[in-house]
């Protein structure tokens, strides 16, 4: 059912951009790519959205490719405190889209 | 701001026992959800509603029960606990619609024995 994949695990340099992939390649026209991220087995924590432009907040900024197939989440300074659980999905509205299925993420180490 | 609050944090149970694991938010969201997480693995969908009197099921929704009588709550029942539900659970709720994001309880760690 999880129309998002995403690689199991990745490593970044404390300091280091860290560049999370997701592929989304069924989603469609009205559905919104969300990042979300888990640190330990505290509640999933929200991070940024978007539809079909590159969106930036105080935490991330997220890339979306122009067939809109795939996304980027990017941490521009990784830390140590943002070694988690990194989740894509897509949301849209109405119907199937309501049932939201995680997967099981991107687990991101920060080394020192 | 209590956003979503489940209780209770940790519960035993013993196999056969029933429970219900409660939910509640107060930002009047129309959306409500519950996962649960085992060790290792990713959020599954159990249960969803998109307003009181609606709710539809999940990825796994075997050996559990829902409803939604008001805005504010969401319950999760286990009827019959067995030990394959031992695991972390969290209810999630938004606004409805595509450009709403997920707030997340901390969750309930439920142990049956």
Same mark, same amino acid.
């Given at each position: 059912?999880?129309?998002?994949?995403?690689?199991?695990?990745?490593?970044?340099?404390?300091?280091r951009?860290?560049?999370?992939?997701?592929?989304?390649?069924t989603?469609?026209?009205?559905?919104?790519?969300?990042?979300?991220?888990?640190?330990?087995?505290?509640?999933?924590?929200?991070?940024?959205?978007?539809?079909?432009?590159?969106?930036?907040?105080?935490?991330?900024?997220?890339?979306?490719?122009?067939?809109?197939?795939?996304s980027?989440?990017?941490?521009?300074?990784?830390?140590?405190?943002?070694?988690?659980?990194?989740?894509?999905?897509?949301?849209?509205?109405?119907?199937?889209t309501?049932?939201?299925?995680?997967?099981?993420g991107?687990?991101?180490?920060?080394?020192? | 701001?209590?956003?979503?609050?489940?209780?209770?944090?940790?519960?035993?149970?013993?196999?056969?026992?029933?429970?219900?694991?409660q939910?509640?938010?107060?930002?009047?969201?129309?959306?409500? !959800?519950? &996962?649960?997480?085992?060790?290792?693995?990713?959020?599954?969908?159990?249960?969803?509603?998109? #307003?009181? +009197?609606?709710?539809?099921?999940?990825?796994?929704?075997?050996?559990?029960n829902?409803?939604?009588?008001?805005?504010?709550?969401?319950?999760?029942?286990?009827?019959?606990?067995?030990?394959?539900?031992? !695991?972390? &659970?969290?209810?999630?709720?938004?606004?409805?619609?595509?450009?709403?994001?997920?707030?997340? #309880?901390? +969750?309930?760690?439920?142990?049956?024995?």
């Amino acid at each position: 059912d999880a129309k998002t994949t995403q690689p199991p695990s990745m490593d970044c340099a404390e300091g280091r951009a860290a560049n999370l992939p997701c592929n989304h390649s069924t989603i469609s026209g009205n559905e919104y790519v969300y990042w979300y991220r888990q640190i330990h087995s505290q509640g999933p924590q929200y991070i940024i959205h978007g539809l079909k432009n590159n969106e930036t907040n105080e935490m991330a900024s997220l890339i979306i490719t122009e067939d809109r197939k795939s996304s980027t989440l990017i941490l521009p300074h990784a830390t140590l405190r943002d070694t988690a659980v990194y989740y894509c999905i897509v949301r849209g509205y109405g119907g199937a889209t309501n049932k939201l299925i995680f997967g099981t993420g991107t687990l991101l180490a920060v080394q020192p | 701001n209590a956003g979503v609050t489940q209780t209770p944090k940790f519960q035993v149970l013993k196999t056969g026992q029933s429970m219900t694991l409660q939910c509640a938010q107060d930002m009047n969201h129309e959306y409500m !959800s519950w &996962y649960r997480q085992d060790p290792g693995m990713g959020l599954r969908l159990i249960h969803y509603s998109v #307003g009181a +009197g609606i709710t539809d099921q999940g990825e796994v929704p075997n050996g559990y029960n829902v409803s939604r009588s008001t805005t504010e709550d969401f319950p999760l029942r286990l009827l019959s606990a067995a030990p394959s539900q031992t !695991s972390v &659970y969290f209810c999630a709720s938004s606004r409805q619609g595509y450009n709403s994001p997920l707030h997340f #309880g901390n +969750g309930t760690r439920l142990t049956v024995t």
